[in-house]
């Protein structure tokens, strides 16, 4: 099984690497910057980045992720902003070249009144600008729970965005189930099989390429994004574990996102390994 929890990249690069073996885990998340502002970050030192990379290369630490920031707005109404986000991304993936293996995972943003459809459409354009041929990291559009104008609030509006991109750049795009976002989205995952039957059909299976393992605080449907710890929420662990343990996401990455400290996620990675009560 390939899971790991969020961490903080404070420490840098080598040490988010060994820190998540010490957790019990074998992949981990990390945001590109500070999530919610827009001060960079130092520049990486080279000598800290090449520590990750070996121990990626040594199958100690497997397909980690790096998020943008939230304040991305790929479809914002503002030029600034998409022009802010654009030129973000295109830097990030360009760093992340020294980091083979890793997958880079967005939020398509929200349209801000322009329409679901424009809203797609213009984020599409932007993924034109940010990704070249050959490039090595996967690009990952993130499920969306439907607050507000959110884009992604289905499967339908990730595929539409993933089908108006040139062929020539589409093989990287992939997508990040988030079981949070979709169960407040109104997916039924005590039917999980279910919803990787309709994800198929509507994305392909092939383009599912990471899970945010994650509760919510909110019923079915309800919309809001509220996280909440494993077994402490709407989905409930049995869900969770299921999910965690379905054999068609083996070699796809889980990552926690729960309201933890490392202690909790610890516990949670040690109960999500267990097999699921039959």
């Given at each position: 099984?390939?899971?790991?929890c969020?961490l903080?990249?404070?420490?840098?690069?080598?040490?988010?690497?060994?820190?998540?073996g010490e957790?019990?885990?074998?992949?981990?998340?990390?945001?590109t910057?500070?999530p919610r502002?827009?001060t960079?970050?130092?520049?990486p030192d080279?000598?800290?980045?090449r520590g990750?990379?070996?121990?990626?290369?040594g199958?100690?630490v497997i397909?980690p992720?790096?998020?943008a920031?939230?304040t991305?707005?790929?479809?914002?109404?503002?030029?600034?902003?998409?022009?802010y986000?654009?030129?973000s991304?295109r830097?990030?993936?360009?760093?992340l070249?020294a980091l083979?293996?890793?997958?880079?995972n967005?939020?398509?943003?929200?349209h801000?009144?322009?329409?679901a459809?424009?809203?797609?459409?213009?984020?599409?354009a932007?993924?034109?600008?940010?990704?070249w041929p050959?490039?090595?990291?996967?690009?990952?559009?993130?499920?969306m729970a439907?607050k507000g104008t959110?884009?992604g609030r289905?499967?339908g509006?990730?595929?539409r965005i993933?089908?108006?991109?040139?062929?020539?750049?589409?093989?990287n795009l992939?997508?990040?189930?988030d079981?949070?976002?979709i169960?407040d989205?109104?997916y039924?995952l005590s039917?999980?099989?279910?919803v990787?039957?309709e994800?198929?059909?509507?994305i392909?299976?092939?383009?599912?390429r990471?899970v945010?393992?994650n509760?919510?605080?909110?019923?079915r449907?309800?919309?809001k994004?509220?996280?909440?710890?494993i077994?402490?929420?709407?989905?409930g662990?049995e869900?969770l574990?299921?999910i965690?343990?379905?054999p068609?996401?083996?070699?796809?990455p889980?990552?926690?996102?729960?309201?933890?400290?490392?202690e909790?996620y610890a516990?949670?990675?040690?109960?999500?390994?267990e097999?699921?009560?039959?």
């Amino acid at each position: 099984m390939i899971l790991g929890c969020h961490l903080s990249l404070a420490e840098g690069y080598a040490a988010m690497g060994e820190r998540i073996g010490e957790l019990g885990g074998n992949t981990f998340q990390f945001f590109t910057k500070n999530p919610r502002g827009r001060t960079p970050n130092r520049p990486p030192d080279p000598e800290d980045v090449r520590g990750l990379a070996e121990r990626m290369a040594g199958g100690e630490v497997i397909l980690p992720v790096a998020h943008a920031p939230y304040t991305y707005n790929p479809c914002a109404l503002k030029p600034e902003v998409r022009e802010y986000t654009r030129d973000s991304m295109r830097a990030e993936l360009t760093f992340l070249e020294a980091l083979p293996g890793t997958l880079y995972n967005f939020h398509p943003g929200s349209h801000v009144g322009q329409g679901a459809e424009e809203g797609c459409r213009i984020v599409a354009a932007m993924l034109e600008q940010v990704l070249w041929p050959g490039m090595g990291t996967p690009v990952l559009l993130e499920t969306m729970a439907g607050k507000g104008t959110e884009i992604g609030r289905d499967f339908g509006e990730l595929a539409r965005i993933i089908g108006q991109v040139d062929p020539a750049l589409r093989e990287n795009l992939g997508v990040t189930l988030d079981t949070c976002h979709i169960h407040d989205a109104g997916y039924d995952l005590s039917d999980f099989d279910g919803v990787l039957r309709e994800f198929d059909a509507v994305i392909g299976l092939d383009r599912l390429r990471a899970v945010h393992l994650n509760d919510s605080l909110n019923e079915r449907g309800a919309h809001k994004d509220r996280h909440a710890k494993i077994g402490e929420g709407h989905i409930g662990a049995e869900i969770l574990r299921g999910i965690a343990h379905h054999p068609l996401l083996t070699g796809v990455p889980k990552i926690l996102e729960t309201p933890n400290d490392e202690e909790g996620y610890a516990r949670e990675i040690c109960m999500l390994k267990e097999r699921k009560t039959q």
